[in-house]
T-cell receptor
């Protein structure tokens, strides 16, 4: 089944404790991205990657890092999480043919 | 910078009604427009994708239209059902090096049995 997977789905952590949210897609898509969703602000792009080893900032990159060492994986790294990073995070990948985006199930992160 | 607006923010209709959700965008230089559905606390499910060269797309009871020149899209839902209750999001893919999908804030639809 074609899909985007994220892990973990739920995470509660404390300020300053490094964490990684994994994202993987099995559709051989070159383009992947991360979004956060907050009430009243909608979905905002954090980082995106156009291919292996090619990443760039979205609208809200501060406090986040990404890497793209393999085509299928695009982890999101919070090296020193803060409470304002409490949010619902989505990973997405996109076809090259139609530019249709496919989203993962989301990761709900709480930083205390 | 592309901006996407969805009106209304919330809509409540009785079961069986036909309804229209609206989406407008400021920059008409788009590659495509995608409608999504999101259930509370869940991920986004793609409903319809309209390429910039197309005027409309249909899937079952859903019909999405696109008017690039006026910067508008509509999502028409026929014979609404309680299972249609969700938040509907419109997203515009603006190319020209942007590689960014810009989302509206959504319309929360409630279909009352």
């Amino acid at each position: 089944e074609a899909q985007v997977t994220q892990n973990p789905r739920y995470l509660i952590t404390v300020t300053g404790k490094k964490l990684t949210v994994t994202c993987s897609q099995n559709m051989n898509h070159e383009y992947m991205s991360w979004y956060r969703q907050d009430p009243g602000l909608g979905l905002r792009q954090i980082y995106y990657s156009m291919n292996v080893e090619v990443t760039d900032k979205g609208d809200v990159p501060e406090g986040y890092k990404v890497s793209r060492k393999e085509k299928r994986n695009f982890p999101l790294i919070l090296e020193s999480p803060s409470p304002n990073q409490t949010s619902l995070y989505f990973c997405a990948s996109r076809t090259g043919a139609t530019n249709e985006q496919f989203f993962g199930p989301g990761t709900r992160l709480t930083v205390l | 910078k592309q901006e996407v607006t969805q009106i209304p923010a919330a809509l409540s209709v009785p079961e069986g009604e036909n309804l229209v959700l609206n989406c407008s965008f400021t920059d008409s230089a788009i590659y495509n427009l995608q409608w999504f559905r999101q259930d509370p606390g869940k991920g986004l499910t793609s409903l319809l994708l309209i390429q910039s060269s197309q005027r409309e797309q249909t899937s079952g009871r859903l019909n999405a239209s696109l008017d690039k020149s006026s910067g508008r899209s509509t999502l028409y839902i026929a014979a609404s059902q309680p299972g249609d209750s969700a938040t509907y999001l419109c997203a515009v893919y603006s190319g020209a090096g942007s590689y960014q999908l810009t989302f509206g804030k959504g319309t929360k639809l409630s279909v009352i049995p």
